[in-house]
């Protein structure tokens, strides 16, 4: 039975070509971008997963907040007292481990003979790393390969970079011209889903902060193992009251947070991570646009196979009465739409291969199939079979096998067959959907583009970035002197960090006329006297930094160093000071006693996720990490020459690498430009699905009314009436579609732009133009078919009356 079954669906599909492929190529595609999007949805959600210990591991993130503060800091970097200490003194601790980003200011400069390499992703650990962390060795021991201050792990790409097919065990790297590191275990390439990422991975006894046990001074990233059992909340409760019992509070409060290990790459609100986070609001998002994308496949099917229900209503009534029971109808009808289930999986998954490397470029991510566990690909593609079967299939068979005999042979089916409300509701879900998404693309568009374009305060743009972390300023300085006389270069400054993405903690704790327990939590950088002038940041207040304030800070004959101050406006009203009356005012920024100079306007120093904070720029000069070199912009490529022949003059064992700042501040807004960019991919995806729907009901319904439009032009109709007449029928749709589409998508977009500190207003523009876009779509797609209906001639669609 199973075989006549598989016969009679076979022929059915054949002898319904343009329906079959239609529904095939609509599911195929929905299949194919669910799966995609699922495949990266898994990524996301594996991140750390690899981990023996994953569920027991959390990293330690430190909060405070004093009296004169709006609100509280959260940092993921910690000072280095707080594993040691918390380790001896709490029981439910098993272990913990200290990381510092030895890359974090520059590239270090690492040798091997005549191999010279800057390696940006080089990381410094307590030698319990190995045995918190898994990382499979290949050669040496987890628990000793970073006992000693000499030792290195490196990765096999790494090993490889350097020491080609030779046994890398034992070798010399060496570090920055200083630190001669041993080579003590080689490990696979780290995962791409760990927030933990190296290339090598040094001993934290090599770094000067290891000699210590700071409560300031936060620069590490502290990650602690608990026993099995233990209560998170409640020894995190315990930290805070240890390191608070002995500190006068007198308004300001401190905690420390532990953050389950596998949460932190998408739910932490804490600055500094080791690796950009994910959203977790991303996720959810694009796990809807997924199930929406294989639902619209699915309705797609059902609104064509209940369009035909017309045409079958006759071979319906046939099989009844030659005593077909509902039960085979029913049958029959699954069977077929399984197969074609069947064949858009396969194509689905055909597309999905040949999908991947693109989309693993434009995601960054390394995605495929190894990116499922097999058992659990092959327990999808079953699970999505029987549900897209069932789901497609189930309404059709049940109302096609419902149909009687008697009606349907005396040919009075068609307006019961045609399912006419069932139809005009599916299409105008599948445009709600569509106007849904092609809202959502048009404003994610504008805030990229805005964020992209907005005046923030920095002159960013030609603005070459050079690692100097470590190097002495005297040698820059020299430096900077012979650059600034090659044509193109305007001006040249160095600062501790990156102007777009600062990250130094600081605090105002003494300020004139404000009590003697007065703190103000600050962003703060060291910068260099010409800083402000280079980057082309305001002064609203005051003059610029000079060469006496240089001075004044690099005399280590005085007692004590007199700083220069320059605060932002924020930072002024925070104190409760006017920009003008801010000038000469005496504060105390950790220890750093002085007066403020000059107050800038506001500038944006992070990301524009984030408000505009209170920040303090001062001259220090005892290192910086970034050379910002400003270009004219003509003839970059000469003047970027220029300045690398004058670098190997300066610097001969250090390769010669830049990047421009504009890259650096595009780098914060990755999430959201790939989010965005995957946004715009799938909604022409659901355009394009909601439109061959949309194409094969055309074909149907100029099929159902040819007689009427033969009737139609006999009486004198012209071509563009009939088109206006088969067309309107399903504009009003799509209209009825804008209006219900519209509300819900300035309510999602309206919630997601929260999520920026700067934003744009929802204009109502954006509404005009997606409603006229899905309307000229609709338009275009079934005017194909009116037009073919309308140009036919008449006297053939009448002579079979």
């Known amino acids: 039975m199973i075989r006549n079954y598989l016969k009679t669906a076979w022929r059915n599909l054949l002898q319904n070509k343009t329906t079959s492929l239609i529904s095939m190529a609509g599911l195929a595609v929905g299949i194919c971008c669910f799966l995609l999007l699922t495949t990266y949805l898994i990524n996301e959600l594996r991140y750390d997963r690899f981990n023996l210990n994953a569920d027991r591991i959390s990293r330690l993130t430190f909060s405070y907040k004093s009296a004169d503060d709006n609100e509280a800091k959260t940092a993921a970097i910690t000072p280095t007292a707080p594993v040691p200490v918390f380790k001896k003194e709490f029981s439910d601790i098993e272990d913990g481990v200290r990381i510092v980003n030895y890359s974090n200011m520059r590239a270090a400069v690492v040798q091997f003979g005549d191999k010279v390499f800057k390696e940006k992703k080089m990381l410094a650990a307590d030698d319990s790393f190995f045995k918190i962390f898994t990382f499979k060795f290949i050669q040496g021991n987890a628990a000793s390969s970073l006992s000693n201050s000499s030792s290195i792990v490196i990765t096999a790409s790494t090993a490889k970079k350097y020491f080609g097919d030779d046994n890398p065990m034992g070798k010399i790297l060496k570090v920055d011209q200083k630190n001669n590191m041993m080579v003590t275990g080689v490990i696979e390439d780290v995962p791409e889903y760990s927030q933990i990422k190296f290339d090598l991975m040094a001993s934290y006894a090599m770094m000067p902060r290891s000699l210590t046990r700071a409560w300031d001074s936060s620069n590490d990233y502290s990650y602690i193992l608990l026993k099995p059992g233990a209560d998170r909340e409640a020894v995190a409760k315990q930290m805070t009251s240890y390191i608070t019992k002995d500190r006068p509070q007198s308004g300001n409060k401190m905690w420390f947070s532990l953050e389950p290990l596998t949460k932190v790459h998408l739910y932490t609100t804490a600055t500094y991570g080791l690796e950009p986070s994910g959203n977790i609001k991303y996720v959810y998002i694009l796990g809807f646009v997924a199930v929406i994308l294989l639902i619209l496949a699915c309705v797609n099917f059902l609104n064509l196979v209940t369009a035909r229900s017309a045409e079958r209503a006759k071979e319906i009534g046939v099989r009844k009465v030659m005593g ?170 160095a600062s501790y960090d990156s102007p777009v993405n600062v990250g130094g903690g600081y605090s105002i704790n003494t300020a004139e006329g404000k009590n003697s327990d007065y703190n103000l ?251 006229g876009t899905a309307a000229l779509i609709a338009f275009l797609t079934v005017s194909y078919q009116s037009i073919k209906a309308a140009l036919s001639n008449p006297v053939k669609s009448l002579r079979s009356e």
């Not at 404003?443 to 960013?460: C, D, E, V």
């Not at 305001?538 to 101050?565: H, I, N, P």
Request: net charge positive.
């Open 324 to 493: 077909a029971m509902r039960g085979q109808l029913f049958s029959q009808f699954i069977i077929e739409a399984g197969i074609i289930t069947l064949f858009s999986i396969v194509i689905g998954v055909a597309l999905l291969a040949g999908l991947f490397p693109s989309f693993s470029t434009f995601t960054g991510q390394a995605l495929g199939f190894q990116t499922w566990n097999l058992s659990w690909l092959l327990m999808a593609l079953v699970a999505l079979f029987v549900l897209v079967t069932l789901l497609a299939g189930t309404y059709p068979s049940l109302y096609l096998s419902a149909f009687k005999p008697i009606v349907t042979l005396k040919g009075s089916a068609s307006s019961q067959a045609g399912g006419v409300m069932l139809r005009k509701s599916l299409v105008v879900f599948q445009f709600v959907v569509s106007v849904f998404f092609i809202i959502s693309t048009i404003i994610a568009g504008n805030q990229l583009h805005y964020i992209q374009s907005l005046n923030t305060g920095i002159n960013r743009d030609q603005v070459l970035v050079l690692d100097i972390g470590g190097m002495p300023y005297t040698k820059i300085e020299s430096f900077k002197t012979e650059i600034s006389q090659q044509t193109g270069v305007l001006g040249s400054t």
């Open 521 to 771: 939590s600050v962003t703060a950088i060291p910068v260099e006297k010409s800083f402000t002038k280079t980057l082309g940041i305001k002064l609203v207040a005051g003059s610029d930094l000079d060469l006496g304030d240089e001075q004044q800070v690099q005399d280590t004959a005085s007692a004590k160093r007199r700083y220069s101050f320059i605060l932002n406006e924020t930072a002024v009203a925070a104190m409760g000071w006017k920009p003008e009356q801010a000038i000469g005012k005496k504060i105390g920024l950790n220890g750093r006693m002085g007066t403020i100079k000059a107050v800038a306007k506001d500038f944006n120093f992070a990301s524009l996720h984030e408000k505009i904070t209170p920040i303090v720029m001062f001259p220090e000069y005892d290192w910086f990490g970034k050379l910002l070199i400003k270009t004219s912009g003509k003839n970059t490529a000469n003047t970027v020459n220029a300045i690398q022949t004058k670098w190997h003059k300066f610097y001969p064992n250090a390769p010669f690498e830049y990047h421009f700042l504009d890259q650096e501040f595009d780098a914060m807004y990755k999430t959201d430009q790939r989010t965005g960019g995957i946004l715009t991919a799938f909604t022409v995806v659901t355009i394009f699905i909601s439109c061959l729907g949309l194409f094969g009901l055309a074909v149907f319904s100029t099929r159902q009314r040819i007689k009427e439009i033969g009737i139609r032009k006999v009486l004198g109709a012209g071509v563009v009436s009939i088109v206006g007449l088969i067309s309107f029928d399903f504009i009003k749709l799509v209209l009825i579609a804008i209006l219900i589409s519209s509300p819900i998508a300035w309510y999602a977009m309206n919630t997601w732009l929260q999520d920026f500190a700067f934003r744009i207003d929802i204009q109502w523009w954006v509404f005009v133009i997606a409603g």
